[in-house]
């Protein structure tokens, strides 16, 4: 049994499916001089083959998931149409008589330090995409790996060292049950996939690959953040039972998209969720969520090759809003920096420490035109046009990420009168929408009864919160056993800000994971939160929570939690109360 990071909930088995660096050794692999004319017609076929794939991922990507995501098969086909990059392969088949997964091996070699030495995280970064190209030309080069990943029947369960983005796509024509990585954690591409999808997933578990091989049985333990490689029968059989019961409360929660977010004494929720764009926005409205609490813009600026114009903000916003429950959304600006970067903002730029570092509004505020420009869409997507009648009028709110001081707060408002005042000169019309703070460093939780009186409402990013608050990386396997929403330090000091909010009559939501959590749900309730903002995926799993809690039972559970002294503690506790009212829930209950 090995250990990792439950990232997403659920129990499922199947057969392993790994996912390896497919290259052959380089220096065994020299041609014949008369092999060479058939080796680059091989390369010529992998490529050919190779650029219809991402073609076709792409259009697939765009339908299914959105344009946004389908983005990255586009700059996967302009690696393979690119002249210096192939011309490089060719010449080393060529000159060098080297074989072409060997060619290919050299060219990724040739990037990788290429790019190390730039200093440049974004470019870097790009190492995955070229390494992605590779392996999709190298398995059409290898027949080998072809034929281990086709005899194989029935669901798989993905083994990683990382999922790149088409191994995920690709791998959609196949049954997947379940997802292990060696690398990541509860924010990497493979949770999110993971969870989106509501697939169990484990991430951080260290060595699995060198221990697991395609084709063994491989059980996978999403709440407690287990796998297990061919267990034996008895280990099977329990398992199987605990799979089972997983796949029924799947199947029972997605049927209740149209049933109301209310607690079991009538007390309403508003059940919002996270979004990244607009297929996810359609994916909030099929899940039975009232509107989007959280749009995160990041993702238009990651995929754009340059900085997206006003207006194309404009047009993208106004998509998103119309796409969203009850076009109610609150846009977030740009919150890069820490993990993510874009093209254009912070190149070559180094940070000892990222995620306290140069990021989100800290930022922007350094590019006040384009910081601007943005705020400006959002205003302008905010005013009503000829679609907002009767009840379906748009309710649109701006939200900055990692406010710490209340000089912030007040530039802020100073940059949102300053854009009101610009496009009423110009004459663009423009709507009103509530001015909020993301709550996720801890000096802010300190101050909150100062930064109340500035801002309209408040979303807790719990993410952050518990990360900067634990002085844990969020994205650190190391460290996960810190970085815990439940741990007594983060119960206490969303209870205070929580209070403040309400006593100041100041609307307030939770946006991190965490409010996916039933135990942390059942807390939250209690310290007197009505609105929450999920993946879409988890939204019914919120409800059915809901229905089972009375809001002086859930005050009860937080009375209790907070007396206890650890994480632990607080998690069995709550864990076993949540099982007693409502033993359904078993499956999807992390630790
Ligand atoms: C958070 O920090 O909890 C949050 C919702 O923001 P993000 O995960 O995008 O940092
Ligand atoms: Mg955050």
């Given at each position: 049994m090995y250990k990792g990071i439950a990232v997403s909930p659920g129990v499922s088995i199947g057969t392993a499916y790994c996912i390896h660096e497919v290259f052959v050794d380089?220096?065994?692999?020299?041609?014949?001089?008369?092999?060479?004319?058939?080796?680059?017609?091989?390369?010529?076929n992998a490529r050919k083959k190779s650029i219809a794939d991402v073609r076709g991922l792409q259009k697939k990507v765009a339908t299914q998931v959105g344009q946004d995501a389908a983005a990255i098969f586009a700059v996967h086909e302009s690696i393979l149409q690119d002249p210096a990059l192939v011309g490089k392969v060719r010449g080393w088949?060529?000159?060098?008589?080297?074989?072409?997964?060997?060619?290919?091996?050299?060219?990724?070699?040739?990037?990788?330090?290429?790019?190390?030495?730039?200093?440049?995280?974004?470019?870097?970064?790009?190492?995955?995409?070229?390494?992605?190209?590779?392996?999709?030309?190298?398995?059409?080069?290898?027949?080998?790996?072809?034929?281990?990943?086709?005899?194989?029947?029935?669901?798989?369960?993905?083994?990683?060292?990382?999922?790149?983005?088409?191994?995920?796509?690709?791998l959609g024509n196949r049954p997947v049950n379940g997802i292990v990585t060696q690398a990541g954690s509860q924010t990497s591409h493979a949770a999110i996939v993971a969870r989106s999808?509501?697939?169990?997933?484990?991430?951080?578990?260290?060595?699995?690959?060198?221990?697991?091989?395609?084709?063994?049985?491989?059980?996978?333990?999403?709440?407690?953040?287990?796998?297990?490689?061919?267990?034996?029968?008895?280990?099977?059989?329990?398992?199987?039972?605990?799979?089972?019961?997983?796949?029924?409360?799947?199947?029972?929660?997605?049927?209740?998209?149209d049933q109301p977010a209310i607690t079991a004494d009538g007390h309403e929720l508003e059940l919002l969720a996270n979004i990244n764009g607009v297929s996810d926005a359609q994916a909030a409205i099929a899940m039975g969520a009232s509107g989007v609490g959280l749009y995160r813009?990041?993702?238009?600026?990651?995929?754009?090759?340059?900085?997206?114009?006003?207006?194309?903000?404009?047009?993208?916003?106004?998509?998103?809003?119309?796409?969203?429950?009850?076009k109610c959304v609150t846009i977030r600006t740009l919150d890069i920096g820490g993990d993510k970067t874009v093209p254009f903002l912070g190149r070559g730029h180094y940070e000892a420490n990222p995620f306290m570092g140069w990021r989100s509004i800290r930022l922007?505020?350094?590019?006040?035109?384009?910081?601007?420009?943005?705020?400006?869409?959002?205003?302008?997507?905010?005013?009503?046009?000829?679609?907002?009648?009767?009840?379906?009028?748009?309710?649109?709110?701006?939200?900055?990420?990692?406010?710490?001081?209340?000089?912030?707060?007040?530039?802020?408002?100073?940059?949102?009168?300053?854009?009101?005042?610009r496009l009423e000169v110009e004459g663009l019309a423009f709507g009103q929408v509530d001015f909020g703070m993301m709550l996720e460093v801890p000096a802010a939780a300190v101050m909150i009864e100062n930064m109340l009186p500035a801002v309209d409402f408040v979303s807790i990013g719990s993410n952050d919160l518990v990360?900067?608050?634990?002085?844990?990386?969020?994205?650190?396997?190391?460290?996960?056993?810190?970085?815990?929403?439940?741990?007594?330090a983060v119960l206490r000091v969303l209870h205070s800000v929580v209070q403040a909010c309400n006593r100041h009559g100041k609307p307030v939501t939770l946006c991190g994971e965490m409010a996916g959590l039933p135990q942390a749900l059942a807390v939250l309730l209690g310290m007197g939160l009505r609105r929450f903002s999920v993946s879409p995926a988890v939204v019914p799993t919120v409800k059915e929570v809901a229905h089972h809690l009375t809001i002086p039972h859930a005050t009860d559970l937080l009375h209790r939690a907070l007396k206890l002294k650890t994480t632990k503690?607080?998690?069995?506790?709550?864990?076993?109360?949540?099982?007693?009212?409502?033993?359904?829930?078993?499956p999807i209950l992390m630790q």
């Open positions: 380089p220096g065994r692999q020299l041609l014949e001089a008369q092999e060479v004319p058939a080796e680059l017609a091989r390369f010529e088949i060529t000159e060098q008589k080297m074989s072409a997964s060997a060619a290919l091996a050299k060219l990724l070699e040739f990037y990788r330090k290429l790019l190390e030495k730039s200093g440049d995280d974004y470019l870097q970064e790009r190492i995955a995409d070229i390494r992605d190209v590779v392996e999709r030309l190298t398995s059409y080069l290898s027949t080998a790996l072809n034929k281990e990943s086709k005899s194989l029947s029935g669901p798989v369960i993905v083994v990683a060292d990382e999922l790149l983005p088409s191994q995920v796509v690709m999808r509501g697939i169990p997933a484990v991430s951080g578990v260290n060595g699995i690959l060198a221990h697991t091989k395609t084709g063994d049985t491989i059980v996978v333990d999403g709440r407690e953040g287990h796998v297990i490689i061919n267990p034996d029968a008895e280990m099977l059989a329990a398992f199987r039972k605990l799979e089972r019961e997983f796949v029924n409360l799947r199947d029972q929660l997605a049927h209740n998209h813009t990041e993702y238009l600026y990651m995929i754009h090759p340059s900085v997206p114009s006003e207006e194309e903000q404009l047009a993208n916003y106004r998509d998103v809003i119309a796409a969203s429950p009850n922007s505020f350094e590019y006040p035109e384009f910081f601007l420009s943005q705020i400006r869409a959002i205003l302008r997507a905010a005013a009503p046009d000829h679609t907002d009648t009767g009840n379906s009028r748009r309710n649109v709110k701006m939200l900055f990420p990692m406010v710490t001081t209340l000089e912030e707060l007040r530039r802020l408002k100073a940059m949102v009168l300053r854009a009101q005042r990360q900067y608050l634990m002085a844990a990386d969020r994205d650190n396997p190391k460290v996960s056993h810190l970085c815990q929403p439940l741990s007594p503690q607080i998690q069995s506790m709550l864990k076993a109360q949540l099982l007693a009212i409502a033993p359904n829930l078993g």
